[in-house]
T-cell receptor
Framework: KQEVTQIPAALSVPEGENLVLNCSFT??????LQWFRQDPGKGLTSLLL?????REQTSGRLNASLDKSSGRSTLYIAASQPGDSATYLC????????????FGSGTKLNVKP | NAGVTQTPKFQVLKTGQSMTLQCAQD?????MSWYRQDPGMGLRLIHY???????DQGEVPNGYNVSRSTTEDFPLRLLSAAPSQTSVYFC?????????????FGPGTRLLVL
C-alpha cells in the first residue's frame, strides 16, 4: 500500500521568505501527484498536478517538482505572504489504479506579517 | 456553476442510526469520490465512481454504501452509525474518468456520532 508522508507537520515563517514543503511516497509507480491547499473549516483546492512523465509544474509563485526515483516531491513557495497560511497536502495516484488517491497528513503553514 | 455541493454541513447522530450524506456536482464530471478526514491525518478514500452505475471501494469502505444513478449525484450512506465514524467527510469530482486528474472538492460535512 502506498504511504505518503509530509514533514514537517507545521511550519512558521516570516512574510517574504521563500520556502519548501516536502512530500515523500513509498511506491515510485505513480500515475500523478497533486498538491492541495486547505483553509480551516474548508474543502481542498487543487494547486498543481504533476503527471508521472513530468518533472515540475509552475503556477504563479508556486513550483512543484517530482522525483519518482527517490519518491519525493517538493512544493516551492516564493515570496510568501500571510494569505498563504493554510494546510498544504499532497496526494498520489498509483499506476496500479489511477482512480485511487493516497494523501499525506499535510503541512500547516503560518506566514507571519 | 455551483461546483461540488454537500449537504448537510453538520450532523449529529446517535449510535445505530442511519443517514445519507448528499453530494452533487454540476460540472458533468464522470469521476466522483468520498473521503473522510480525521484530526492529524490525511484524507482517506472511502468509495469512488467512474460513471453512472459504476462504483468501487477505496481504502476504508466498511460501514459505508454508495450508489451512482446519475452523473450529478453520489450519495454516501451510513447504515448503522458508530462513534468511529465521527469525522469530516469530503466529496470530490474530476473531469477525467479512468485517467486521473485535478479534483474539485466540496466544503465538507462534519459528522458527530454519539
Amino acid at each position: 500500500k502506498q504511504e505518503v508522508t509530509q514533514i514537517p507537520a507545521a511550519l512558521s515563517v516570516p512574510e517574504g521568505e521563500n520556502l519548501v514543503l516536502n512530500c515523500s511516497f513509498t511506491d515510485s509507480a505513480i500515475y500523478n501527484l497533486q498538491w492541495f491547499r486547505q483553509d480551516p473549516g474548508k474543502g481542498l483546492t487543487s494547486l498543481l498536478l504533476i503527471q508521472s512523465s513530468q518533472r515540475e509544474q509552475t503556477s504563479g509563485r508556486l513550483n512543484a517538482s517530482l522525483d519518482k526515483s527517490s519518491g519525493r516531491s517538493t512544493l516551492y513557495i516564493a515570496a510568501s505572504q500571510p494569505g498563504d497560511s493554510a494546510t498544504y497536502l499532497c496526494a498520489v495516484s498509483p499506476l496500479s489504479n489511477f482512480n485511487k488517491f493516497y494523501f499525506g497528513s499535510g503541512t500547516k503553514l503560518n506566514v507571519k506579517p | 456553476n455551483a461546483g461540488v455541493t454537500q449537504t448537510p454541513k453538520f450532523q449529529v447522530l446517535k449510535t445505530g442510526q442511519s443517514m445519507t450524506l448528499q453530494c452533487a456536482q454540476d460540472m458533468n464530471h464522470e469521476y466522483m469520490s468520498w473521503y473522510r478526514q480525521d484530526p492529524g491525518m490525511g484524507l482517506r478514500l472511502i468509495h469512488y465512481s467512474v460513471g453512472a452505475g459504476i462504483t468501487d471501494q477505496g481504502e476504508v469502505p466498511n460501514g459505508y454504501n454508495v450508489s451512482r444513478s446519475t452523473t450529478e449525484d453520489f450519495p454516501l450512506r451510513l447504515l448503522s452509525a458508530a462513534p468511529s465514524q465521527t469525522s469530516v467527510y469530503f466529496c470530490a469530482s474530476s473531469p477525467l474518468a479512468g485517467v486521473g486528474g485535478a479534483q474539485y472538492f466540496g466544503p465538507g460535512t462534519r459528522l458527530l456520532v454519539l
